[in-house]
């Protein structure tokens, strides 16, 4: 059974920094990813990290957050660094195994300015 649970999310000042974790079980994945959604907006890709390694982000995060593995605790990092509060969302991890897609409950991300 699949399982993803989330943490690390908080009340952060603008510039500060908060790194999310996502301990993901049951399978192996094609990919890992964060998501995040804000109020009446949809749900956005965040940054992606492959099997094998590769990442991509998004243009508004780029610079500013880091996605990685350890493979070995089963978990996939968020690091997110000079937080602005446009980063304000409910933020979802995501883990793919060919074309299903596996989410997190969410944790909350608040940045003030």
């Known amino acids: 059974q699949v399982q993803l649970v989330e943490s690390g999310g908080g009340l952060v000042q603008a510039g500060g920094s908060l790194r999310l974790s996502c301990v993901a079980t049951?399978?192996?994945?094609?990919?890992n990813a964060w998501y995040r959604q804000a109020p009446g907006s949809q749900r956005e890709l965040v940054a992606l990290?492959?099997?094998?390694?590769?990442?991509n982000y998004a243009d508004s995060v780029k610079g500013r957050f880091t996605i990685s593995r350890d493979t070995a605790k089963n978990t996939v990092y968020l690091q997110m660094n000079s937080l602005k509060p446009e980063d304000t969302a409910v933020y979802y991890c995501?883990?793919?195994?060919?074309?299903?897609?596996?989410w997190g409950q969410g944790t909350q991300v608040t940045v003030s300015s």
């Open positions: 995501n883990a793919r195994f060919l074309t299903t897609n596996y």
């Open positions: 049951g399978s192996t994945f094609t990919s």
């Open positions: 990290i492959s099997r094998g390694g590769s990442t």
